[in-house]
Every structure is written in C-alpha cells, then in structure tokens.
C-alpha cells in the first residue's frame, strides 16, 4: 500500500470493464476480505503520474489484465458519493492503520473510464484488498458500494450511444462476421431484440460495412454474406 | 480571494461558452490584468461544494453570466499541462502573496464544462482578476494559455456531435424556424457549407422536427415552411 502523500487529495477514479462473448455482457467487479462490499475497480493518481498512465496502471494491478484501453466518459462529483463507513470497514478488514489511512475517507471526485473486452480472452485476478474479481452479468449485479450503481448506468448509456465506433478495431467480432453475429452484439449491449430487416437496413445505411464473399455451410442459396469494418 | 485549505487541491475546472447569435459562432475568453495572458473562465471546488454547485457559481462569478447550464465534456490530466510560469505572473500582477497561493503552482487535473448560449443575451463581465472578458469567433482566438486550446478543440468536437440534441430547448433559434435558418445554426457550428437539399434530407430523417405552416413574406409560392422541435 503506498502512502497519502504520493496522491493527489480527493481525487480517484473508477472503472467500468464490460466484457462480451458474442452473445452476452458482464462487467467486472471486485468483492472486497470479509465486507460483503462490492465495487469497480478504482484507485488514486499519483502527485508525479498522467491520469492516464496511473488509470492503465491501476487497472493492471486491480484486475491483473494486462494492456486494457480505457476511455474516460464522466467525472462524478457530488459530496454525497462519498461513503466513509464502507472505507473503514475495508481498512479494518485488511488490518490497514486507520490513521494513515484516514485520507482514504474523505470526499472523492472519480473520474469513470470505461473498456470493451472479450471476456474469453482475459483471467482476472484479485488484488490484495479483495477476495475475488468476477464478472456478472448486466442484468445480475450484485449491490455495488458507493454510486458505482450510478457509474455502471452511466457508462452503459455512453457505450449504447458509441457502440458503432466502439465495435471497430476491438476483438469482440471475428474480422468478417455475418449480419446476424453484429446483431447479436446490438442486442446483448442494448439488452432488447432487433427486427432482422430494421437492423440490416439501419447498419448498411451507417456506411461503416464492407460486404464480402458469402459464408458457405449448408444450402447454399440460404448462405450469408460476411461483412467487415470500413 | 478565498484560501487554499477552502479548495480541493491539485483540482480545477475550465468552462467552454459557445455563443452563437443565428450566424456565427464564438468564444467566451478573459485576458487577465497586465500580462497578456488569454484564458478560459476556469475555477476551483470548494471541499463541502458538490462538482456541479462549483462549477455554476464559479462561472457567474467570473463571467457574470447568470443561470448558465453547463454540461461536462472532457478530464485533462496529463502532467505537462500545467503552466507554474504563467501562474506566478497573474500572481505578481494581481498582487497576490505567491506564498499564500503557492498552491496555484502545482499540478492540476481540470474538469471542462461546456455551453451553448446566445451571445446577443447576454453581457459578460471580467472579475478581479481579469481586464476584460470577449466574445472571439472561434477562427480568432487569441492564443491561449496552458492546455486551453486542445480544450476548445474537444469541446467543438462534442458540440458538433451533440448538436442535433443540444439545439432542442434552447433559444438559439425561435420556437419556429425555416429549414434555412436550422441550416445556418449547422454551417456556422460545423464551420463548412452544406448542401441545401442533401441537409434537408437529413434533417427530416432525423425525426426531430415537426412541421407547420409556411412563413410568408413575399412571394406565396415561394414561402418556407416553418418547423419546430419534437
């Protein structure tokens, strides 16, 4: 654990780490020792640290997946976010020092970032003050601490708003995939079903697809078409 | 002047006002006493001050621009932004003991704001610490001090991809107006001509307008209709 004056005061941030599989959508969350307390993963920024390197770097630690790209979406700022009770129930289930630790307890502004993974690709592993990182599904969170209920909401609109941008350049999609696997992806993250003929019309008109060769596996005049990002 | 323990240190706010009178698009800059120095109106977060309270008051103490809403867009936490030079000499030029605000010379993360407003409505006003405060179009800045000019940058990014929802509910056009004028409020945001017939189409495919009677001015058959938003 490093000391309070290697941190800038009052200042944290928090992120949400959605992970897809092609069909379903979780985010990672971390339980902390013998609390019952659940959160994003979140840290501090060093007095001598770029906020992005101190994000990329935490996150590393916090979650040990390596390499993540994390895009900043809000930064919370309200004084009731803060919950001192839950940080002192974290420092002494961890035998922290409270008075070294007394800083841990102040009023935070967090700066939410938020990364679009495969959870198939990556093994997270806990950090020091927490017993386990997993993932869960959207729509099966447990209670989460603080206003990180309010930050995964957040971050969720924002990825929904972005999700054609978003899709491009990650691994959550096979290079060329049929219009059937792409709506499967609108559907996971929108959490609601498209119509086949709306969504096919709406995602051409977009102008962000190739069309390539057709995708032969059974009768042939049923065969679809594969599509990859412009 | 308030005190440095009344502040959350290390952290500031910088706000982008957009003004746009129907045609042409602008920026709200102070120059600070003496030292030719250009900036945006910017501020601090008290300790017991929620983000948002701070950021409203602060930019009607420095602009005198009641009741703006500003809507956040962007964290700048790189350490090479901060400018310790430039700080001393609003100091010395103000006035100011640098021991007593030595904490103006660190290192801060700013959180930026932004707005859109109508320039026509309003009068600004410099604060104690500025000579004067001005309306630049957006292709006359003087140049800014710190990061100020990659804040503008980002904050026209979002502006122009936000426009279609930011215009709704605000005065920059009358309740109803021609698709000539909506077409105006765009090339002056966007900062390029459109096509007349090609933006139309994309307007009404938008599904935010309703349409109304037509305008008539001159000739009958040449009148406009008028529309309004949903």
Redesign the interface.
């Known amino acids: 654990m490093e000391e309070k004056q290697d941190f ?4 944290s941030y928090d992120s949400v780490i959605f992970g897809f599989n092609g069909t379903q959508l979780k985010i990672l969350i971390l339980e902390y020792h013998n609390t019952g307390l659940f959160a994003l993963p979140g840290g501090f ?1 060093q ?6 390197d ?1 994000v990329k770097n935490g996150v590393r630690q916090r979650t040990g997946i390596q390499d993540i790209y994390l895009e ?1 979406f ?6 009731k976010r803060s919950d001192p009770a839950a940080m002192d129930k974290i420092l002494t289930q961890n035998n922290l020092d409270k008075e070294q630790y007394s800083w841990m307890m102040g ?1 935070f ?1 967090s ?1 939410g970032y938020y990364a679009l993974i495969n959870y198939e690709d990556v093994t997270p592993k806990p950090d020091e003050l927490s017993d386990s990182i997993n993932w869960y599904p959207i729509d099966e969170l447990p209670k989460l601490m603080m206003d990180h209920e309010e930050m995964v909401e957040r971050a969720l609109r924002v990825l929904r708003h972005n999700l054609d941008r978003k899709l491009v350049g990650t691994n959550l999609l096979p290079h060329k995939f049929t219009m059937k696997q792409l709506q499967q992806v609108y559907e996971a993250v929108l959490g609601v079903g498209l119509r086949r003929t709306t969504f096919q019309r709406k995602m051409l008109s977009l102008d962000i697809l190739v069309r390539h060769e057709k995708l032969f596996q059974g009768k042939a005049h049923k065969a679809p078409y594969l599509y990859s990002f412009k």
Do not use: W
């Open positions: 800038i005061q009052n200042l920024v007095m001598d640290e770029n906020l992005e101190a900043q809000y930064t919370f700022g309200g004084l009023r502004i700066i």
